[in-house]
Nanobody, 123 residues
Framework: QVQLIESGGGLVQAGGSLRLSCAAS????????MGWFRQAPGKEREFVAT???????NYADSVKGRFIISRDNARATVYLQMNSLKPEDTAVYYC?????????????????WGQGTQVTVSS
């Protein structure tokens, strides 16, 4: 079992930055691919970014060039640096872990989920 705890959400003005963190339990964090997803009110959960065990990354087109996903295996933590935030980035952001090392851009590909952290971007 893997437990994921997100932090770092909050309220920020458009154009600002936030960094989300996701701390994972378990001794095999380095073997997992990790992902970030988000869900806005009335919308389906959507893919944001993912990183595999070898630190290869993939991003949704809507965040490419603005968001950066990274991982620190020693701290069993994955980060999402969000820059140039827009009001349309407002959502609950979820961290997810996939018990294979290759990344996935679909929510079905992940085995464990955090509780989510709210990000609100004001215009």
């Amino acid at each position: 079992q893997v437990q994921l705890i997100e932090s770092g959400g909050g309220l920020v003005q458009a154009g600002g930055s936030l960094r989300l963190s996701c701390a994972a339990s378990g001794r095999t964090f380095s073997n997992y691919a990790m992902g970030w997803f988000r869900q806005a009110p009335g919308k389906e959960r959507e893919f944001v970014a993912t990183i595999n065990w070898g630190r290869s990354t993939n991003y949704a087109d809507s965040v490419k060039g603005r968001f950066i996903i990274s991982r620190d295996n020693a701290r069993a933590t994955v980060y999402l640096q969000m820059n140039s935030l827009k009001p349309e980035d407002t959502a609950v952001y979820y961290c997810a872990a996939r018990s294979v090392g290759t990344y996935s851009v679909t929510s079905r590909g992940y085995d464990y989920w955090g509780q989510g952290t709210q990000v609100t971007v004001s215009s």
